[in-house]
């Protein structure tokens, strides 16, 4: 009997979004023992390509079992002690998430709140990290619930004067948009393969400072998480090669093709390549008399969050988007619930020709769906 079959999706989505053609291919290749050398080729080109995406030449350079979440869990359960305080800057629901990790391994949570939409300066974050002193500090780079790019010089500069360790969710920006992790003094950064790689979800690459090493070698405690414990990580995929648990093969023959896609369309193109689509999509979301959530100048320009009109039924725009046209879109989280759709123009989909496609169908959608009942 034949198993089912998906249907086939544009993914203007946050993730997973599309997938290169060719990253298919690659994960048909056939399967090879976890200490088989030639994996080991693969892990050593998967952490070559991913020094080039993150801006780092720093030495541990990895893709961690698990989506982006487990890259999270494995940056704070490794570099929050119980106890240690942790400072959060939070306006969005991944700053949220944060938050709530760090609470679960036993940190001291602070953080500075602000509205979703909004980002840090430099100043506030000073303010904040003077009056608190933590041993850590975590921000979200590219805010994918609100549609914000953080500028990371603002929060890791004051953050270095107190000599705290700097964690940056890269989940979103990792691939598309430049993080420069060394310029910009990221300790730890993660990210994952399904949003701006153009890769299947299930890894999470992960790099980790020179200066963030020695404190992991320096740590006294066992991580409390054993699967995520970087420093066997460190062992099995960069040292000794010691068995520490089954790599997810055929992903890393996915991210290694991912990249290897992103390193012929040269890095520095593909950024200008999604830039180029941004401004498109937002000059077409104007004539259409929409507007976008966040100002210019803060917007994550993979992920774009267009308010939704006044009396538009955001579900039904969404479900009709889908139904008849195949296209996906997410909605709003949290306090934007009801108020924004989340639109990402990733990987293969920023091009104009598929622009046109998507605001054809977008704009059909927004004349056909009828206002929401009171
Ligand atoms: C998607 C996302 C995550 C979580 O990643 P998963 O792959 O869903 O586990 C974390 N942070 C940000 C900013 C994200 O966009």
Redesign the pocket.
């Known amino acids: 009997m034949a198993s089912s079959y998906p249907p086939e999706r544009f993914l203007f989505s946050?993730?997973p979004t599309q997938v290169e053609p060719r990253v298919y291919q690659a994960m048909t290749r056939p399967m090879v023992g976890y200490l088989d050398p030639y994996l080991f080729q693969v892990f050593e080109e998967v952490s070559r390509g991913l020094r080039v995406v993150f801006g780092t030449t720093n030495q541990f350079t990895l893709a961690v079992s698990?989506?982006?979440?487990?890259g999270?869990e494995a940056a704070i359960s490794n570099f929050c002690d119980p106890g240690a305080k942790l400072a959060v800057f939070v306006a969005g629901f991944?700053g949220e998430?944060i938050c709530e990790m760090g609470r679960r391994h036993g940190a001291q949570v602070v953080r500075l709140d602000k509205p979703w939409g909004e980002v840090f300066s430099e100043d506030e974050a000073r303010a904040f990290l003077e009056r608190e002193r933590p041993a850590v500090v975590a921000f979200?780079h590219?805010?994918?619930?609100a549609g914000t790019l953080q500028p990371p010089r603002a929060i890791t500069r004051p953050a270095r004067e107190i000599g705290a360790i700097t964690i940056g969710?890269c989940?979103?920006s990792l691939g598309t948009i430049p993080i420069n992790v060394d310029d910009n003094d990221i300790d730890v950064a993660f990210s994952?393969s399904?949003?701006g790689l153009s890769c299947p979800?299930g890894l999470?690459p992960f790099t980790v400072s020179p200066r963030g090493v020695e404190w992991l070698k320096a740590r006294k405690i066992d991580n409390p998480v054993w699967y995520l414990d970087l420093k066997r990580l460190m062992e099995y995929f960069l040292v000794s090669r010691r068995y520490h648990h089954t790599a997810p093969v055929s992903m890393f023959y996915a991210v290694q093709e991912g990249l290897a896609a992103i390193l012929d369309e040269g890095v520095e193109q593909r950024f200008a390549r999604h830039l180029a689509a941004h401004h498109s999509f937002v000059r077409r979301i104007e004539a259409l008399g929409l507007q976008m959530h966040v100002a210019p100048g803060h917007r994550l320009t993979t992920l774009n969050t267009v308010r939704v009109p006044e009396g538009l039924d955001d579900a039904k725009t969404r479900q009709r988007l889908l139904d008849e046209y195949s296209i996906d879109i997410a909605r709003g989280l949290g306090p934007l619930a009801g108020k924004v759709f989340r639109i990402g123009v990733m990987g293969p989909l920023a091009t104009e020709d598929h622009l046109d496609r998507f605001f054809d169908a977008f704009a059909a959608c927004l004349a056909a769906v009828p206002a929401a009942t009171m």
Do not use: N
């Not at 698990?66 to 487990?70: D, I, K, L, Y």
């Not at 590219?142 to 619930?145: D, I, L, V, W």
């Open positions: 946050p993730g698990g989506t982006g979440s487990a999270m991944f998430r979200v590219a805010e994918t619930s969710d989940v979103t994952c399904q949003k979800p999470s």
